[in-house]
């Protein structure tokens, strides 16, 4: 079974501080996708990392995807209040037409004014 | 352009009902794949659609039914309804057939059984 561990749980901090999130497995995937999700709605899909080491930027946000491919980081600089909101991270395993996404528990953030 | 759409938004069954979901894809993709979110937790693994065919299925009991259409939508159904089956229903769209995949998300179905 895949097992998909984010941390931290929940996080609360000022206007214009730093964070960062991470997601850890004992898995291999094909690729790494972290989310935003607003109550009630669907995820929005912010990035995908498919190659071990891969770095993408996303204005102040920045994603990392492990050497090994098993872990992923999410690093937010000076966040802001529309920040706000439940990120997960997914990975995916996709094999000929099966494809599946097994996805971390989510960490809630709140930035405060 | 038209993303994933899923309908309807909300619903409300009793116990014991059943209740069907339906999703239309984006525009060209061909894999559907459906998930349950339980309020406080990330998205579990139902089902997954590939070219009309079931490609995947999650740890789900048999009431839990899909199908996707030659349209390349989906319905997923639910038999014999429980408390438990109480969640946001999500519907992910994706090109399929590639060693990777970017999955686009509806807005979700939430159901409400009482």
């Known amino acids: 079974t895949q097992l998909l561990e984010q941390s931290p749980q929940f996080l609360s901090i000022q206007e214009g501080e730093n964070l960062t999130v991470y997601c850890n497995s004992s898995?291999?995937?094909?690729?790494l996708q972290w989310y935003r999700q607003e109550p009630g709605e669907g995820p929005v899909l912010l990035v995908t990392?498919?190659?071990?080491?891969e770095v993408k930027k996303l204005k102040r946000l920045t994603f990392q995807f492990g050497d090994a491919r098993k872990d992923s980081s999410l690093h937010i600089t000076a966040a802001q209040p529309g920040d706000t909101g439940l990120y997960l991270c997914a990975g995916g395993i996709s094999n000929f037409g099966n494809e599946k996404l097994t996805f971390g528990t989510g960490t809630r953030l709140t930035i405060i004014p | 352009d038209a993303g994933v759409t899923q309908s309807p938004t909300h619903l409300i069954k009793t116990r014991g009902q059943h209740v069907t979901l339906r999703c239309s894809p984006i525009?060209?993709?061909?894999?559907v794949s459906w998930y349950q979110q339980v309020l406080g937790q990330g998205p579990q693994f139902i089902f997954q659609y590939y070219e009309k065919e079931e490609r995947g299925r999650g740890n789900f009991p048999d009431r839990f039914s899909a199908r996707q259409f030659p349209n390349y939508s989906s319905e997923l159904n639910v038999n014999a309804l429980l408390l438990g089956d109480s969640a946001l229903y999500l519907c992910a769209s994706t090109a399929g057939g590639g060693v990777w995949f970017e999955a686009f998300f509806g807005q979700g179905t939430r159901l409400t059984v009482v």
């Open positions: 898995s291999v995937f094909s690729s």
């Open positions: 525009s060209g993709h061909k894999s």
């Open positions: 990392v498919v190659t071990g080491g």
